[in-house]
């Protein structure tokens, strides 16, 4: 069973960028598909951001064109690129393959954006 780790996540004023890995201990290589999802205070978790093979992406709108992800599948990693941060982007941030999820939960990493 793949384990999923998060981390990269802070405090962040808005406007600010951040970079959030996700660092799978087996390989990643057999999920066609990876993404990232987070939870904000008192709401539901949300799918996000999601790569498929060969790189094809795809948004929420909520983050369109502020989010990037990327995967390096040699390092099993899998990267969330947030710019332009705005205080709706607060949430735990965590990795996993699109629904039904492929890996059990990992902690997630806290973003926090906040002037």
């Known amino acids: 069973q793949v384990q999923l780790v998060e981390s990269g996540g802070g405090l962040v004023q808005p406007g600010g960028s951040l970079r959030l890995s996700c660092a799978a201990s087996?390989?990643?290589?057999?999920?066609?598909?990876m993404g990232w999802y987070r939870r904000p205070p008192g709401k539901q978790r949300e799918l996000v951001a999601v790569?498929?093979?060969?790189?094809?992406?795809n948004y929420a709108d909520s983050v369109k064109g502020r989010f990037t992800i990327s995967r390096d599948n040699a390092k099993n990693t899998v990267y969330l690129q947030m710019n332009s941060l705005k205080a709706e982007d607060t949430a735990v941030y965590y990795c996993?393959?699109?629904?039904?999820?492929?890996?059990?939960w990992g902690q997630g990493t806290q973003v926090t954006v906040s002037a």
């Open positions: 996993n393959t699109p629904p039904p999820v492929g890996a059990d």
């Open positions: 790569i498929r093979s060969p790189g094809i992406t």
């Open positions: 087996g390989s990643i290589f057999s999920f066609n598909a």
